[in-house]
């Protein structure tokens, strides 16, 4: 089991990653970081997801060029990951759907965001580099893996090998974000 320290160096060298190495990842890797997504926590325990891993060389391209942009220049890097997983949001359970409507929240899209953090962070722990993709042609997602209408295509996590060097990690000092008892 991870110390809390060595739980904290796993978060320091997490990155999103830009570029993958052509080098195909072990299955019981990804069935780990499906895993990880699997066993997150979730609202009311509502486990509101799918998680399509598609690894399949000429689906797994046309799922990358939906999440492109020619006009931005954004992510044509997905083409490069030998698996992506894309994250749909499920119905979830009653009292979390209860929860959402009496709050004015919906949890759900929280929960996904824990499920997909959780398996970046089991991907770095295998060795492996990801990127967490919001920016894609839902439609033609659905189309190319038969997701049905009713359902939401949330995230992308572009997963692989990389020989990318850790970038320092900018972020705001911990005074400016944390406080105690107080705002």
């Not at 796993?10 to 830009?18: D, G, K, P, V």
């Not at 492996?128 to 190319?144: A, P, R, S």
Request: aromatic content about 6%; hydrophobic content about 35%.
């Amino acid at each position: 089991m991870t110390d809390g320290q060595g739980m904290l160096e796993l978060m320091s060298i997490r990155q999103s990653e830009r570029r993958y190495i052509d080098k195909p990842v072990e299955k019981e890797k990804i069935e780990r970081i499906a895993e990880a997504g699997r066993l997150s926590p979730s609202a009311c325990n509502g486990q509101p997801w799918r998680f399509i891993v598609v690894d399949e060389p000429a689906l797994r391209l046309d799922v990358a060029a939906a999440t492109e942009s020619k006009v931005l220049n954004m992510n044509s890097f997905v083409r490069q990951a030998p698996v992506l997983i894309v994250i749909v949001r499920e119905k979830s359970n009653f009292s979390s759907r209860a929860g959402d409507k009496l709050k004015s929240r919906d949890y759900s899209l929280i929960d996904i965001g824990i499920a997909t953090a959780s398996m970046a962070y089991q991907a770095t722990a295998e060795g492996l580099g990801t990127c967490i993709i919001g920016w894609f042609d839902e439609k033609k997602i659905k189309e190319i893996l038969g997701i049905p209408k009713s359902k939401k295509v949330e995230l992308v996590l572009s997963v692989g090998y990389t020989e990318n060097t850790l970038r320092k990690k900018t972020r705001k000092p911990s005074s400016e974000i944390v406080s105690h008892n107080r705002y």
